[in-house]
């Protein structure tokens, strides 16, 4: 599966942002798809994932009510709206997606997923 980013750039703290992953190659073998970011001289955090519908979500804590994953129909393409950004949130955003599982307590665990991303930055001005 290869996996293309974009969305990225530079927004006003308080604005607003959104990224996009496009899924190519076998899709329907990534049942799980979420998106990682990493901030200079810290380690890849995870911001949120979603199962192969949609249905199952879950976000980092820094997330949590001011971000949103989506999934399209055809499940090729994921989408991170980001509402409220800080300028904390300023970092590389990378997608990626996994073939293995869907458990919830999983999502968040970087190694559940096969395929990365080329990274997209966000840069949120404070």
């Known amino acids: 599966v290869q996996l293309q980013a974009s969305g990225g750039g530079m927004v006003q703290a308080g604005g607003s942002l959104r990224l996009s992953c496009a899924a190519s190659g076998r899709t329907s073998s990534s049942i799980l798809m979420g998106w990682f970011r990493q901030a200079p001289g810290k380690e890849r955090d995870f911001v949120a994932a979603t199962n192969l519908n949609g249905v199952r979500t879950r976000y980092g804590d820094s997330a949590k009510g001011r971000f949103t994953i989506s999934r399209d129909r055809a499940k090729t393409t994921v989408t991170l709206q980001m509402n409220s950004l800080k300028h904390e949130d300023t970092a590389v955003y990378y997608c990626?997606?996994?073939?293995?599982?869907?458990?919830?307590?999983?999502?968040?665990?970087?190694?559940?997923?096969?395929?990365w991303g080329q990274g997209t930055q966000l840069t949120v001005s404070s």
């Open positions: 990626a997606a996994g073939s293995g599982t869907t458990i919830f307590s999983e999502m968040d665990n970087p190694t559940r997923y096969d395929s």
